[in-house]
DNA sequence: CGCGTTTACGTCGTTCGTAACGATA
DNA sequence: TATCGTTACGAACGACGTAAACGCG
């Protein structure tokens, strides 16, 4: 059993069990590979892929198992590298991550700029995937950051950093009912109107949806979009109110759209980092958390990326300073 | 950075930074690791070992860093070939276990008897230690189960599995004073009496002098011992009242002792197996688990081992369970 | 007939062990 | 001078890539 052969594995089961595929991704020949599985199966007494003729059909349940070691594995390599090329000062390398659109397209932007000129060498990859997508891709191991939001849980895969709070906030045309209001709307006086919203806000657990559950209101959602550009449009169309994170309405606000407060009974959001476990971040890594939320402190930071604190997040000291907003 | 070259760093380090001495522990040869060593070194850019003309004198921090991630790969890969093993259905390995002399002299001789004849080709090696040295070898990693008793404490660097439960037991002369009692002292009543029990008595977290220190009682410890044997030696030879696990008094009895329950209010103690944590184990240890502590569940017992359900020990269900006590 | 896997084979790189050398106590 | 680590060298093994053969849709 060598490095290589594992690596190999995971490569073949992140590529869906295609082997010309994944020998592609890790730079070696299609024959390879096959013998290095072959071998490894050999070595270890059972086979790791079903097959059916000559195709790979999936993983047999010791294959599972000894891919999930293989991550790891794979994943303490790939720390102990990132550690030393951060001992050895270097400041090139890939930034891979994971997200919503409205953190690629409002947050994150100046945050990524500024980083670029600290580390002008770093090459940063913008994921961009549903809500529910981002951890599985944090999971496989090919990302190095996910940056996501919930209301209300803590992300439980891997490292959860919180970043800052942020409200929802309601875009209605000038001329809607709501425009009207001086005011934040109740959760009521939202329920009447069809409303424009994110994707997301289909999902049971959506906070949207529950906050109307819980009331016992019965509510109409006319259209939802992944996008907040999308909804802003459509809300300019006419088709109902949106409701959308804060960060996506940045100023100066259009002439023919108004925005109002959420109602105070909808629930705050946090913002997270979410880091793959055990792995050991680059400095660049580090430098991005620490310039996406400046209020946390680097040596703590990477005292905790590093394992050696327990993280136990949110810790009292710290949730009680997030406190501070980013809206650009 | 190759496996092999991770386990030489490992052997290194168990061996004191004495080359030789680990190039004979990993079957190869001394001018062998040093190149691996040399190579590693030179592929991250920074040194593992300080030195001193040609020897070694300790590791550098990131010599530290790299040793931790090696002992968690090699701790994965030895999970795949024990699953592995296990998968083929071989019968034959080795199961180190380390643990105090009261386990290994009452409780463990016919479990591990009986294991023999399950397994009639696993070598068993027994490494006796001190209460604390127990969990310094389990950490180090090259032993597949600690067998360790504690008296209100959960044992945390790995995953632990309480067994039984058991009480500690006074053992005086036949001609001495409490003798003649038919009940269990209290403490005030021990305190008066000189004391042999465990060197673990010594250490101000011991129980036993919690116990008293709790009851503002001063108290006299004539001598200790590791071993339940020399103590039942020493109260035969009139030095005091013997303060000792109930496992180490079998019947038959001999003649010229008592024995006594020891006060309610000296707290119960627990005997736990602790397990390297992500160590796969192989079937016979969970067959010898499953013989120390036959009121487990075997399927629980591997699902929790394989790290497939969260421990959280204990489980209130199981908690409940354990009242069984094993007295030879 | 195209796609993907397996098998066969030659080349290259790497590792390993033996042996000689050097430094240190 | 004995012990331990480094350097040097030759042999053997193993991995890799190219090319061809085989199954399957």
Same mark, same amino acid.
């Given at each position: 059993m060598t490095l290589t052969q594992l690596r190999y594995l995971i490569a073949i089961a992140d590529s869906g069990l295609n082997i010309t &595929?994944?020998?592609? @991704?890790v730079h070696a020949t299609q024959p390879g590979l096959s013998k290095q599985i072959k071998q490894m199966e050999a070595e270890l007494g059972f086979l790791l892929f079903e097959r059916r003729g000559r195709s790979l059909t999936s993983l047999t349940p010791g294959g599972q198992r000894v891919l999930m070691h293989a991550r @790891?594995? $794979?994943e303490e390599t790939a720390s102990i590298r990132a550690y030393?090329?951060?001992?050895? /000062?270097?400041?090139? /390398?890939?930034?891979v991550m994971v997200t =919503?659109?409205? !953190?690629?397209? %409002?947050? $994150?932007?100046? +945050?990524?700029?500024? $980083?670029?000129?600290?580390f002008? %060498? +770093?090459?940063?990859h913008l994921q961009p995937a549903a809500d529910r997508e981002v951890l599985e891709y944090l999971n496989r191991g090919d990302v190095d950051v996910a940056i996501l939001s919930t209301a209300g849980s803590v992300p439980r895969d891997g490292m959860a950093i919180p970043l800052y709070r942020w409200r929802r906030v309601v875009l209605v045309p000038a001329m809607h009912a709501l425009a009207r209001l001086d005011r934040a709307p109740s959760l009521q006086e939202l329920a009447i109107h069809p409303l424009v919203s994110y994707e997301?806000?289909? !999902?049971?657990?959506?906070s949207l949806r529950q906050a109307f559950a819980r009331q016992g209101l019965s509510w109409q959602l006319a259209m939802t979009a992944q996008d907040a550009d999308l909804i802003r449009t459509y809300v300019r169309a006419g088709l109902g109110a949106g409701v959308l994170a804060e960060m996506a309405v940045g100023l100066p606000l259009d002439a023919d759209l108004r +925005? $109002?407060?959420?109602?105070?009974?909808?629930?705050e959001c946090v913002t997270w980092?979410?880091?793959? @476990? =055990? @792995? +050991?971040?680059?400095? %660049?890594?580090?430098?991005? &958390? !620490?310039r996406l939320a400046p209020q946390l402190d680097r040596r703590d930071l990477r005292r905790v990326l590093e394992g050696t604190s327990e993280p136990a997040w949110p810790p009292p000291p710290w949730w009680a300073e997030i406190s501070q907003t980013i809206t650009i």
């Open positions: &595929l994944a020998a592609a @991704r @790891r594995i $794979l030393a090329a951060n001992e050895r /000062g270097e400041t090139s /390398g890939a930034l =919503t659109h409205t !953190q690629a397209r %409002y947050v $994150l932007p100046p +945050v990524i700029a500024g $980083l670029k000129r600290a002008p %060498y +770093v090459s940063v997301s806000s289909i !999902q049971p657990e959506s +925005v $109002l407060p959420a109602p105070p009974t909808l629930c980092a979410v880091l793959p @476990r =055990t @792995r +050991v971040p680059r400095d %660049y890594t580090v430098e991005f &958390l !620490q």
